[in-house]
């Protein structure tokens, strides 16, 4: 099974763990990737190259006025309908992108519309996370929430898997939280980092471990991780 190179540009020495747990749940679910693959929000397009050893094609979907960098080959909206034809895509994804949308299930109902019967969904979202790239940051979801729109929307089969247990969430927002603190001249503050650095590397590489004491991940998790299949037509 390939294993993921991810290139994400907020990879960090305080969050490594997220993107490591991940491109595990990507490289789990590599059976899905299949023909006509579109990124829904696909901001840089950090996993472009291990999508191409599945799907025959990678097409890359934002909005180019998002706060970061866009690989983008095509420009929308996901508020709205798609400039995209109904049931061409084999494979629909969005990762970390659905806590930013005004209109969420606009977004769902357009990803079930523009998938082929029978075609794969496959998304993560955030739950226990900080506020991001504000003020374009309005939700957070349930597993039930999200059961019940992509259901709304069309799907079937659809799956929630939480990200991680109780532990591997608290050490990120701990990192994260140190992180936000620093204040000072510039050299107090890479002082500050320098020393926080073995404290974010331990927390993460124990974390993982730590998690195996909680017995309801889905209660207090970094996020959601979401299959679903459109059904075939009758």
């Known amino acids: ?3 993921i190179s991810s290139k994400h540009s907020n990879r960090r020495l305080y969050n490594w763990l997220v993107y490591d747990i991940g ?3 990507l490289t789990k679910n590599s059976e899905k990737y299949k023909g006509q693959l579109y990124d829904l929000g696909c901001g840089e397009a ?3 190259e291990f999508f191409l050893n599945f799907a025959e094609r990678y097409i ?4 180019t006025g998002s ?5 983008a080959d095509i420009s929308a909206d996901l508020n ?5 034809d109904s049931e061409v895509a084999d494979t629909v994804i969005s990762m970390s992108v659905m806590e930013h949308l005004r209109e969420p299930q606009t977004m769902l109902n357009e990803a079930n519309r523009i998938l082929k019967p029978g075609g794969n969904f ?9 506020l991001h790239e504000v003020p374009y940051d309005f939700f957070r979801y349930t597993p039930y929430g999200l059961k019940y729109m992509l259901e709304k929307a069309g799907f079937t089969n659809v799956a929630v898997e939480p990200q991680s247990g109780f532990f591997s969430m608290w050490f990120l927002k701990f990192n994260y939280f140190s992180l936000r603190v620093i204040r000072g001249p510039r050299l107090l503050k890479r002082l500050f980092m320098i020393t926080c650095i ?3 590397y331990i927390g993460q590489m124990i974390a993982p471990h730590l998690d195996k004491l909680d017995s309801d991940w889905s209660a207090e998790t970094i996020g959601y991780f979401v299959t679903a299949k459109k059904p075939l037509a009758k």
Request: no cysteine; aromatic share 22%.
């Open 1 to 3: 099974m390939r294993k």
């Open 67 to 71: 706060y970061h960098n866009t690989h």
């Open 122 to 130: 496959v998304m993560q979202v955030p739950w226990q996370w900080w």
């Open 60 to 63: 890359g979907v934002d909005w």
């Open 46 to 48: 950090p996993h472009k």
């Open 80 to 84: 709205l309908e798609l400039p995209i």
């Open 198 to 200: 073995p404290f974010w």
């Open 23 to 25: 491109d595990r749940f």
